[in-house]
């Protein structure tokens, strides 16, 4: 049984980062279709969720079957509850993404963001893909102090974030309003990507080593 259990487990650790790699690689090309007013690449990542979702299907059945089964105790059980609340960050990555490319399509021909804001997206892009693939790389080794590191990168993304709304609050702001919404929402699918991401870090630390670290969005809000 324990064998049978540990396999089990291994897959669902395969498949939850299987997932994660590819939340990354959709926002790399709802980022692309951003910035690019990519209608064609949009799409492709608007079709693509429908694999995620598959996947999600497949990581919960899998999860509760070993609930169901094997029935886990103490570190065992952890691990398969840490699993369960995995998926739900892994399908909100996804999910994000998705809002993303769907932007791109809902303004199309025109282009979502003003040229001047480009470069914010795009180093958001870039540390949201870093924070997938990291994502994907801490449920595979199960690696807490790779885990812990995904703080810093939420870090960047939180700055940038809040920079965007300094621009679009800032009254030589000659974009419009239209323009300044769609900032905003962008700015916060791509900050709540990285919290994800983090998130999934904590599960990681907290399935290895039974402590559970702070909440980083808590500590946030204390400030």
């Known amino acids: 049984m324990r064998v049978i259990y540990n396999e089990q487990m291994a897959e669902l650790a395969d498949l939850l980062g299987g997932m994660a790699g590819l939340a990354g690689d959709a926002m790399e090309r709802a980022t692309k279709s951003l910035l690019d007013a990519d209608l064609e690449m949009a799409e492709q990542v608007i079709t693509e969720y429908d694999r995620i979702a ?42 994000l993404a998705l809002h993303v490319a769907k932007m791109t399509r809902r303004r199309f021909p025109n282009h979502t963001v003003p040229e001047a804001v480009n470069s914010y997206f795009a180093e ?16 595979e080794t199960r690696d807490p102090e790779r885990a812990a590191k995904l703080n810093d990168d939420d870090e960047a993304m939180d700055d940038l974030h809040k920079h965007l709304f300094t621009l679009i609050m800032d009254r030589d702001w000659e974009h419009g309003v239209a323009a300044a919404v769609d900032v905003a929402l962008l700015g916060r699918y791509y900050e709540r990507f990285a919290d994800h991401a983090v998130e999934i870090g904590r599960r990681v630390v907290f399935l290895v080593t039974g402590v559970l670290p702070p909440d980083p969005d808590q500590e946030k809000e204390s400030l």
Do not use: C, H, Y
């Open 54 to 95: 598959e996947m999600i299907t497949l990581a919960e059945e899998k999860a509760f079957a070993l609930l169901a089964l094997q029935a886990p105790v103490a570190g065992d059980l952890r691990q398969v509850v840490s699993a369960i609340q995995i998926v739900s960050d892994v399908n909100r990555m996804g999910v």
């Open 124 to 139: 958001m892009g870039r540390i949201a893909v870093k924070m997938g693939a990291a994502a994907k790389d801490v449920l």
